[in-house]
């Protein structure tokens, strides 16, 4: 079995992180909250997510296209051998671009709401300027809750398969996307 180097591990986890704050943001402080002016914190802090989301994915994409494939030999469990191709395996071919697809989309589609919307102004500088009565009078804003959905299915794929293979196979899969030392010194 083989795993990433560190920085792809890094940046994989980063963005892991930082969409998860997005998704909780947008769905518990943004979604059901009026357009207030309490609302802008929140706001801003979840538009300056996205936009880090944004340049993440493009590295990594870059990095992946680049260089990002898995260089180290790690060990992996004897329960690993004659490994079988579930349809969560045949899936997870596709689900990995489409991950950073959505992510992508996910975000641009984000900055369509906050362009028009004024957003960069209201929520960072001290304006005064209110908020539209509701987001969704811009085309952009029922694109970004059905991708959300979407972007959520395809994260569930992604942990689905790490569960089935870390511990109904056994295998050492997360050894892939972790800092372990690779134990015999063998490389790709
Ligand atoms: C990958 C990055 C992003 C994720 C995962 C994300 C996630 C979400 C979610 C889950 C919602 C609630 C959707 C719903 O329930 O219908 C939401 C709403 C929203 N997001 Fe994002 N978002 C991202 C990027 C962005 C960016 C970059 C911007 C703006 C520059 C943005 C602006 C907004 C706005 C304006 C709303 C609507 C809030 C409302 O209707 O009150 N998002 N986002």
Redesign the pocket.
């Known amino acids: 079995m083989t795993r990433y180097r560190p920085y792809y591990i890094i940046l994989h986890w980063l963005s892991a992180l930082?969409?998860f704050l997005?998704?909780f943001?947008?769905?518990a402080a943004?979604?059901?909250?009026p357009?207030n002016d309490e609302?802008l914190l929140p706001?801003g802090v979840?538009?300056t997510?996205?936009?880090l989301?944004?340049f993440l994915?493009i590295a990594r994409f870059i990095v992946r296209s680049l260089m990002g494939r898995p260089v180290y030999r790690i060990q992996q469990p004897a329960a690993a051998k004659n490994r079988k191709i579930p349809l969560l395996d045949l899936l997870s071919g596709y689900v990995q671009p489409l991950l950073y697809l959505f992510?992508?989309l996910?975000?641009?589609?984000?900055?369509a709401?906050?362009l028009p919307?004024d957003?960069?102004t209201i929520a960072f500088t001290e304006s005064g300027k209110p908020l539209p009565v509701?987001?969704?009078i811009y085309p952009a804003?029922i694109w970004?809750?059905?991708l959300?959905l979407i972007?959520?299915l395809l994260i569930g794929q992604h942990i689905l398969s790490f569960v089935y293979h870390q511990f109904l196979r056994g295998e050492n899969f997360i050894g892939r996307m972790w800092f372990q030392r690779a134990k015999n010194k063998e490389q790709q």
Not at 30 to 33: E, I, P, Q, R, S
Not at 106 to 111: L, T
């Open positions: 930082l969409v997005a998704f943001i947008g769905l943004l979604a059901n909250t357009n609302k706001l979840h538009i997510l996205g936009v989301i944004l994915t992510t992508f996910m975000a641009v589609v984000g900055i709401i906050a919307a957003l960069f509701d987001f969704y804003r970004h809750g059905t959300s972007l959520m």
